[in-house]
């Protein structure tokens, strides 16, 4: 259901695209970044997934005092983040989408200028990767150190495809993101990487934009913002079959078919081994700093080879080769010193996105 609308005459050239739910004075603060932006060719598309939050009000109030176009629709019924974004998506009619988490914002007045000029550089663009300050640590996330072409095609995404993991501030080929629309990974959260991945892998380049586009977790007094931190820590006695652990699959959607057949596992295999050597060892360390040793082992169990690896195209010997790299992840993750891992963790990500 349209709560709320204003429409541009015309196609814009770039859509904000915002899945949202509750956090409403957040959103009030990204609509804020908006309306500052000194390039006006855009029109904002809200997807809110049925808040429970009642100060929609506030958010219907400010979007009517704005001059861009907007689109506020409310799902009947809560879907999730996946469906949720490509709802988003879906409406929207821009040539080109910006990703926006409802708890983030544009870190200038000029940022959507100067993506349309990284756009008029490189019109081929089917995917754009953004930096992103953390504004609780201070801490600069560089996914690009360079506005340049990254490349194009199935290797090109496979290779690439954590730099799609934080939503804020990814670029993607408006009408390549509809036509990607698709089900296939509701319950990953991870629907993004999904759809940037595809893009990539169909033959739009991948480009990177070294500026810091993007202030990630704004805080706004007396609110609260849903974390992995609160999850509970109570019946530690099984997996925890967290949505990471689709991560392989998301990934394989979106190159599956435009992948040739003799391709298919080394790429596969590629993607695998990102996983054990970088995202998975990073959120074993990160979950024994914010619950338990014992959550942790829990989740590193949630993430075994047998259970990440289902349903790809994945041969025997990669197989194996998997749980080695497996125990090892579980290994470092659990017994690294969380200190010596906080001191080398710059340098680590610096490694993890050469």
């Not at 509701?186 to 070294?210: F, P």
């Not at 075994?304 to 125990?327: E, F, I, K, N």
Request: charged share 20%; hydrophobic share 45%.
């Amino acid at each position: 259901m349209i709560l709320a609308q204003r429409r541009l005459a015309g196609v814009p050239r770039f859509s904000i695209c915002i899945p949202h739910y509750n956090r409403m004075l957040h959103l009030v603060e990204l609509l804020r970044s908006l309306d500052a932006q000194t390039y006006r060719d855009f029109e904002v598309v809200i997807s809110d997934d049925n808040s429970t939050d009642p100060r929609v009000d506030d958010v219907l109030a400010f979007l009517d005092r704005t001059t861009f176009a907007y689109t506020y629709w409310r799902r009947p019924q809560n879907g999730r983040y996946d469906v949720n974004l490509r709802n988003a998506i879906d409406m929207s009619a821009g040539d080109y989408i910006v990703l926006m988490g409802n708890d983030d914002r544009l870190s200038g007045a000029g940022v959507l200028g100067d993506l349309a000029g990284v756009l008029d550089r490189f019109p081929d663009a089917g995917a754009i990767i953004t930096n992103y300050l953390e504004l609780g640590s201070g801490t600069r996330f560089a996914r690009a150190h360079a506005t340049a072409r990254l490349g194009s095609g199935p290797a090109t995404a496979a290779q690439n495809f954590r730099n799609y993991a934080f939503v804020s501030g990814i670029v993607l080929h408006g009408p390549a993101a509809r036509a990607a629309s698709s089900t296939i990974v509701d319950g990953s959260e991870m629907y993004q990487m999904y759809v940037g991945t595809k893009i990539v892998a169909g033959g739009r380049s991948l480009v990177g934009c070294d500026a810091f586009c993007i202030e990630k977790d704004v805080g706004i007094a007396g609110e609260e913002v849903d974390s992995y931190r609160a999850r509970d820590v109570r019946d530690l006695r099984k997996a925890r079959l967290l949505p990471m652990r689709h991560l392989l699959r998301v990934t394989w959607a979106g190159l599956e078919g435009l992948v040739p057949a003799a391709d298919a596992r080394r790429l596969c295999g590629a993607v695998a081994t990102q996983l054990y050597s970088y995202t998975f060892p990073f959120w074993g360390v990160e979950y024994r700093r914010t619950k338990t040793w014992l959550y942790a082992a829990n989740v590193l169990l949630g993430i075994r080879p047998s259970v990440v690896a289902a349903r790809t195209p994945l041969g025997p010997v990669q197989r194996a080769g998997l749980w080695l790299r497996y125990l090892a992840t579980c290994g470092g993750s659990l017994l690294v010193p969380i200190r010596l891992f906080d001191a080398l963790r710059p340098a680590l990500y610096r490694l993890a996105k050469s």
